[in-house]
């Protein structure tokens, strides 16, 4: 139950705990992946925050929370606030990436372009030259 003055804000995840983190940095390390992908499983992620969070702050300390317990971050888009969809690009994306290999549980799903991703999560992504997603916007 839903208390006053508090937001239930609902999120999408692109990345990984430890365990991830350290296949994804094998396969890097041996060259099985170029620098621009990223090993990564999808999480959607709902939380209550009390008060009136900062939405444009959010998704940077959800991805470096992530980061301090040991994981990574790849995406983090606010995709609801009070059960609907957010208009503006509230979202942290890992700077250079250009495809995902995804994953559930330890089950590979294969790799596909991050914007592809993106786009079948709801997403707008603008792509560099290289089709590195250099930012996100709520389609």
């Not at 040991?70 to 009070?82: D, E, L, M, P, S």
Request: charged residues 25%; proline residues 2%; aromatic residues 8%.
């Amino acid at each position: 139950m839903k208390e006053k003055n508090s937001n239930l804000i609902e999120i999408d995840f692109l990345g990984g705990d430890k365990t991830v983190k350290f296949k994804n940095q094998l396969m890097h390390a041996t060259d099985i992946f170029e620098r621009g992908k990223q090993l990564a499983t999808h999480e959607r992620i709902s939380f209550v925050v009390t008060g009136n969070p900062r939405l444009s702050i959010l998704c940077e300390r959800i991805a470096t929370a992530c980061e301090k317990t040991g994981g990574y971050a790849v995406f983090v888009g606010i995709r609801k606030k009070n059960g609907k969809r957010v208009a503006n690009p509230y979202a942290w994306v890992m700077s250079g990436v250009q495809s995902i290999s995804m994953k559930q549980g330890n089950k590979p799903l294969g790799w596909a372009l991050f914007r592809d991703i993106l786009a079948q999560l709801d997403y707008k992504a603008k792509t560099d030259e290289n089709m590195r997603v250099v930012s996100v916007m709520s389609a």
